[in-house]
């Protein structure tokens, strides 16, 4: 089945809506093929501000309504417990959350950006997805993020070479408790690296250190900044270090 054909089986959708390359391309296509489509964003302590102001100024850029939804991930024992399938106890209660707004707003289906390419053994979050019902067009398709991320570009989406971003709970090894003070020092260690120009890297704790992963390209960046870097992240972690094996 291709795209304009699903949305006219689902001429009323409600969107999962996280800024990112796959979600907005699926909010565009909705409004593209004339569904009738509202987005919803959900805000939680995992998410870093910049995601939401993303989201919100695509939302204003096709002219589409988007909910804010507030979600207090770390009022779960579970989840700030840090399982190993940490992720579908978190996509559980968001799009639990989301269900429950689109319901009150007139929405029965409610869609994500998972595509062809996201391999369900390595997504626990795919299972929450599951059992809630929630459709996945993009998948469905058989479109891949190479292919997302092309059509994205003809369509004039600015996410169309937006690096993946998973959320800030990804930086906290399996089994370590998350706290607010840890997603709080992860923000603010990648939001400074941001400001340098870097991209598509990850701050993970290591211990109390902060570890540095970047694509090989990067690495000359990091050495650069050295100093600024140790100054700056040694205000949140004990030490810095960089993973010479590096992020791909």
């Not at 296509?29 to 805000?43: C, D, E, M």
């Not at 009150?104 to 369900?120: C, H, K, Q, R, Y």
């Not at 992860?186 to 109390?208: H, M, P, Q, Y």
């Amino acid at each position: 089945m291709k795209l304009n054909e699903y949305f006219i089986e689902h001429p009323k959708v409600a969107v999962a809506f996280s800024g990112g390359v796959d979600s907005t391309y699926l909010l565009y296509a909705a409004k593209r093929y004339g569904t009738k489509v509202q987005a919803y964003y959900v805000k939680s302590a995992f998410q870093p501000q910049f995601e939401l102001d993303d989201a919100q100024q695509l939302a204003e850029k096709l002219n589409i309504p988007m909910r804010v939804l507030t979600v207090d991930v770390l009022s779960s024992k579970t989840i700030v417990g840090n399982p190993s399938d940490r992720c579908y106890y978190c996509k559980r209660v968001i799009f639990e959350t989301i269900v429950q707004a689109a319901a009150e707003d007139g929405f029965s289906v409610l869609l994500d950006g998972t595509n062809a390419s996201d391999d369900a053994k390595d997504r626990p979050g795919m299972r929450a997805i599951r059992e809630l019902s929630v459709l996945s067009p993009l998948r469905e398709c058989g479109l891949t993020k190479a292919e997302i991320r092309q059509l994205s570009k003809e369509a004039g989406l600015f996410t169309w070479d937006k690096p993946a971003y998973a959320c800030l709970a990804t930086r906290i090894p399996a089994g370590e408790t998350i706290t607010k003070e840890k997603l709080r020092a992860t923000e603010a260690a990648e939001n400074f690296l941001f400001s340098l120009g870097l991209k598509d890297f990850r701050v993970r704790r290591f211990g109390e250190a902060a570890k540095i992963q970047v694509p090989d390209d990067q690495i000359g960046k990091i050495i650069e900044n050295r100093n600024r870097i140790l100054t700056e992240l040694k205000k949140y972690y004990s030490a810095v270090l960089l993973d010479l094996e590096v992020r791909e």
